[in-house]
């Protein structure tokens, strides 16, 4: 079969802020350069991130690069590489202002400056108190940064595929990637896009569990892609949780519900946080209350027929307090859990909310994997930034506005360091001859195979899976019991059926597709959290307790390292954590504590 | 509604930038959508083109639908 071939010098997937962000540095280099998207790029998922992004300009009180890095190694339990994270710190500035002159409104100060606020371990001179770095535009941070990348993308006559999904990476035989295969949903055709530079900014795959914060665009596609062409992904035990998500839903409830008084309750309606924080009780930590509740869980004082989730209850407050100081939770809770929460109490679990693991890339944004020995070679042609990547900057945990940031400087070196290799004389390759077969054979599975499995099952039980298995609080026993539910459930995945076999907008395929993509980051993360035996960051194990020998369970003397999930094999490999920044002293190891 | 507009359109709800509105539209779609008339379809299409935010705060009620042509749609929505 002919497919057609569209040759570009730079093909993007994504058109959330990392795919934006790199994408203006290709168009305006003057490279021809294409951007898939599933959906129109202002309704990318980074559309949801209010919180906004770190930088230490100082327009509030004194702040340092310094002192952001120390945060960040701290707040990613020393797991966080520490030339990658000084490279993100000191180049926070920087990509402030430039999204400043893109036209991004940010709040200011009464003298014109970018406003900044205070935002949980963000801290000045490393650790003392608390400083203001976060930068944000209202409540629509993320949202107002695409829109003035988007614009900027159009000054640069970047070429925009929009409800494009791309399905294969691909690759020749000596491992140089080429560009990718993908798939036009308005007509089902399949296309080539063939480039000298290929940059995945596919976002997330918080999809993978049955709760989740994350829209359901996040399914992980560029992972998926990359896992099929071989690559390894780094450090996917580690997803950040949220306490407090609708049960069912994953709508986040904000944590200001239980600041102005709410309870946590298990089925005998008893405030079990009294026992797990006898001070702070409902006020405890995040992950100090997530894990309360997930042991409430699993020790079966859970609610509801399955037992599955605990309850937040705000009726003892005064109406008249919760609907002026909580906007929209009385909303919520009727639209997302049928509870009228001036009355009920509303259900809630432990939800998941970020990955911060991913494509293992360079500081610069080339993508990285072992070969001959050498840990981390570069995968010529091949890029990635943002929350699909793992430079790593959040190491075991992410602090809050770190993810914006992210996305702007791991998007930015990546379109430069795209736009210097091309310029060095990085040329289109020869696509091999059966460049677009695995792709072909997937779909023609798909649409022939009769007696497989449902899409929405199969997305079900791996999603129950991987919450009851390798939720926030995880047990050595259920993380065991998980792998061997999770390769079933791959089986299950590599067998799946659809009933619409039509060309034009077929959503059942796309989710089909999404769903091939899904089952490689659940099985990558659950083999990488059986393996993992201590507790760091936001992986904690029950058997990895709190010791004078390892605090807080983390092992630094077996465990100060990054795992390599091989999706070629489902083994695991480690690799050293870099532990010397670019230009400063190493921040020393210490137990996490705030 | 066409086929093909009527799939263009569910993937546009089903495929947002919000959580909330993922399930929200997705859930009007199956279940309210289909009792329409043309007109109302064509004022759900128009909401669903909506950015993000600004539909959210209007099926949350954290902003008024001041609209009379969008405001029954909306209170459907509430309600779904």
Wanted: proline share 4%.
């Amino acid at each position: 079969m002919s497919i057609p071939v569209l040759k570009f010098d730079a093909v993007i997937v994504g058109a959330g802020g990392a795919g934006l962000r790199s994408a203006i540095q290709l168009s305006e280099a003057g490279l021809k350069t294409a951007v898939l998207s599933k959906v129109f790029p202002t309704r990318s998922h980074t559309v949801a991130a209010q919180g906004g992004v770190a930088a230490s300009l100082g327009n509030s009180e004194e702040d340092h690069w310094t002192w952001h890095m120390y945060d960040t190694v701290k707040g990613s339990d020393w797991l966080g590489d520490q030339d990658a994270i000084e490279f993100m710190c000191k180049k926070a500035n920087e990509v402030v202002v430039e999204l400043e002159h893109y036209g991004m409104p940010f709040d200011r100060t009464d003298d014109g400056k970018i406003y900044q606020r205070p935002f949980g371990g963000h801290m000045s001179n490393f650790g003392e108190k608390p400083v203001r770095r976060s930068c944000a535009a209202a409540d629509r941070t993320g949202h107002a940064m695409l829109h003035a990348m988007y614009q900027r993308n159009v000054k640069a006559n970047t070429q925009f595929f929009v409800e494009w999904m791309a399905l294969d990476l691909i690759r020749d035989e000596e491992g140089h990637v080429l560009g990718v295969t993908a798939m036009e949903m308005e007509t089902g055709q399949i296309v080539i896009f063939h480039a000298r530079a290929t940059i995945f900014a596919t976002g997330g795959a918080g999809r993978i569990f049955y709760s989740s914060t994350n829209a359901f665009i996040n399914t992980g596609d560029g992972l998926g892609m990359a896992a099929r062409a071989g690559i390894p992904l780094e450090d996917m035990e580690f997803w950040q949780f949220h306490p407090t998500g609708v049960a069912g839903a994953g709508v986040l409830i904000t944590e200001g519900v239980r600041g102005e008084g709410g309870i946590l309750r298990n089925s005998s309606k008893e405030r079990f946080m009294e026992r797990y924080a006898p001070n702070a009780k409902d006020l405890a930590s995040r992950d100090v209350v997530s894990r309360a509740m997930a042991t409430e869980i699993k020790e079966g004082r859970g609610c509801g027929v399955n037992k599955d989730y605990v309850l937040l209850d705000i009726t003892h407050l005064d109406p008249a307090t919760i609907m002026k100081r909580l906007p929209g939770i009385h909303e919520i809770g009727l639209q997302f859990a049928g509870v009228d929460c001036l009355k009920e109490p509303l259900p809630v679990v432990p939800t998941c909310h970020y990955q911060m693991g991913g494509i293992p890339t360079h500081y610069s944004g080339r993508v990285v994997a072992p070969k001959d020995g050498d840990h981390s070679s570069i995968v010529p042609g091949f890029y990635a930034g943002g929350e699909c990547a793992c430079a790593s900057v959040h190491g075991a945990n992410r602090l809050g506005t770190n993810s914006l940031l992210d996305l702007l400087v791991f998007g930015k070196s990546a379109g430069d360091s795209a736009v210097e290799d091309l310029k060095a004389g990085r040329a289109h390759r020869e696509l091999p001859k059966d460049v677009a077969d695995k792709t072909l054979a997937r779909i023609s599975a798909l649409d022939n195979r009769k007696g497989g499995a449902n899409v929405h099952e199969t997305r079900l039980a791996m999603q129950r899976t991987m919450q009851d298995h390798a939720g926030v609080f995880r047990f050595g026993d259920m993380l065991k019991q998980g792998v061997e539910k999770i390769l079933e459930v791959e089986k299950a995945a590599r067998q799946l059926e659809i009933k619409d076999k039509s060309m034009a907008w077929n959503t059942a395929r796309t989710e089909a597709l999404e769903m091939e993509n899904l089952i490689e980051v659940a099985k990558a993360t659950m083999i990488s959290a059986e393996a993992r035996k201590e507790s760091r960051g936001a992986h904690v194990r029950d058997d990895a307790p709190d010791t004078a020998e390892f605090p807080n369970g983390r092992n630094d003397k077996e465990w100060l390292k990054h795992t390599l999930f091989s999706p070629v094999d489902n083994s695991i490999s480690y690799k050293p954590v870099n532990m010397q920044p670019l230009t400063v002293e190493a921040v020393a190891l210490k137990t996490r504590s705030y | 509604m066409e086929r093909a507009d009527y799939e263009r359109l569910r993937w546009r709800c089903i495929r947002r930038a919000l959580l909330e509105l993922d399930i929200s539209l997705t859930r009007f779609l199956d279940n309210g959508f289909d009792k329409l008339n043309d007109e109302e379809q064509q004022v759900f299409v128009e909401l669903a083109d909506m950015e993000d935010h600004d539909l959210w705060y209007l099926i949350s009620g954290q902003a008024d639908c001041d609209d009379p042509r969008l405001a029954p749609i909306v209170a459907m929505l509430r309600k779904s």
